[in-house]
């Protein structure tokens, strides 16, 4: 359990410096020109692509074993970690309540991030059914 635990951290700690640099240059360069749902779409297929990389490096650095509990383990706690990250940064950076910040997620740009970290959550089960990591 440790071990998911770690990796869970090590997965969502790469994946949140990726967006807060790639979630900077979406808000201040792409949205004003695009939109926060097309900038959201731009963003989102790069997000998913870092994800990727680093789950796969988290789960070969702390040897996370190929079952579905572990790997399902991992990718909710990261996704938790996520999530509690979003909603901190929500109250306190952008001063919203939490109510106004759940209600966001009714709209098209914070949606289709929530949907990109639904499939950051499933990331290490779905590497485990794919096959095994290259070393």
Known sequence: MRTVLRAAFAYFA???LAGVALGSLRVLALEPAVGDPAATLIEAPLMLGISWAVCR???RRFAVGRGAAA???MGLAAFALL????????????????????EAYHQAGPAIG???QALFALFPWVQARLGPSPR
Do not use: K, N
């Open 114 to 116: 929530l949907a990109a």
């Open 71 to 73: 790997r399902l383990g």
């Open 14 to 16: 790469g994946v949140f």
């Open 57 to 59: 490096a988290a789960i």
């Open 83 to 102: 999530i509690g990250a979003e909603t901190i940064f929500g109250l306190f950076a952008r001063d919203r309540s939490l109510a106004a910040q759940i």
